[in-house]
């Protein structure tokens, strides 16, 4: 029966990869003045040379060393493994990389250990979706239902979603998948773009920058703000008066507000008809994200980027603080606890319009709102991918987008592979340019 018993595991190799991102401000919001975007790589090699699955954590500089080192300190649980019994015992492989008792103590499921067992996770669904000859995303939507609930860890999820009602959501889209893959095949998903919104963009670099999405096709784009309110009114006006109505605007104030200000400042922006406020305050004050949504209600308040697990989104939700769910392909622990998410807003009946940019994130998580799309939640006009067009350049297999949308990726895995050109040129250690 074994298909891929002659696959075996051999080794790894993690690399610290920073981009000097601060000297030209992209990425500068509220919270994160001056990233430099980095990424801790790992490959997992086997014993067949053209073989290896790859993923990234994303940080944005200092602290990637750690989070490298955090990697390397798991890794090692999955070498000498053959890839039979990495999609046999995928959700042992799972929990073992995160019950190691001391290591525990360090961040039950959050922190560096939590996103280097989702480097771990990710570059095994790499590695599997390369074997079978499949995108990743299409890998995942032909899988049988009993086969997705198999890798999913519904461990502290029992007040929201059992195993079986996890079932029946998938089998409700039994019929149609096959119809499904078609139109994400043909049609792909919308995007919307942050790129002309960054806090440290002088207002006519902005302005220019959001003519020049809106020609390009997309229909939502998103500012940071946060920092001064004139600053936000004056911003947004400009856009307002320049672009009109139609245009859908999303802001992102990055977590600095407290629970009282974000209310307070939310309210302000009211006549902007915003489509979401992002990340209004700490990502881990469920309450705190209630309170704020049921206060400048019907304004939806969306987050999840650095919501460490599939726990603090089912709080997010079960408390009504989350209108939109905002995963990450990195942040979790990969695409196993992304299922369970995909699954509970399904659940919950939100939209789940996933957080990208930095490095190497929109080339990951589009894999999981393709699924979404096609075996969970279907299409719907409410899922916009995040696209931000930094770094692209890097990667073996860059996204497409065309006329505002993601196209549907064709290549085997998960889109994660770097060029090695760029891994050489940016690795930390040879690299001067970014400031410790
Ligand atoms: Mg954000």
Redesign the pocket.
Known sequence: MSKFSHITITGFQSTDIRFPTSSSLDGSDAMNVDPDYSAAYLEIFTNLPSLKGVSLVFTIGRGNDLQVAAIEKLVNKIIGLDLDSVIEENLTIYKDLGSDSQYRWLGPEYGIFQMARGAIMNALWDLIAKAHGKPLWLLLSEMEPEEIIKVIDFSYLDDVLEKDEALNILNATRDSKLRNIDIAKKSGLPAYTTSPGWLGYKDSKMMDLTRQAIDDGFRLIKYKCGRKLEDDIRRLTLVREAFGEDLLIAV?A?QVWSVNQAIEWIKSLKPFNLTWV??PTHPEDSAGHAQIAAAVAPTPIATG?MASSRITFKQLMKLGGQSVVQIDASRVSGVNENLAIILMAKKFGKPVCP?AGGVGLCEMVQHLAFFDAVAVSGFHNSRYIEFVDHLHEHFVYPVKIERGNYVAPSEPGMNADMKRESIEAYSFKSNERVTL
């Open positions: 992102d990055n992002e990340e980027e957080h």
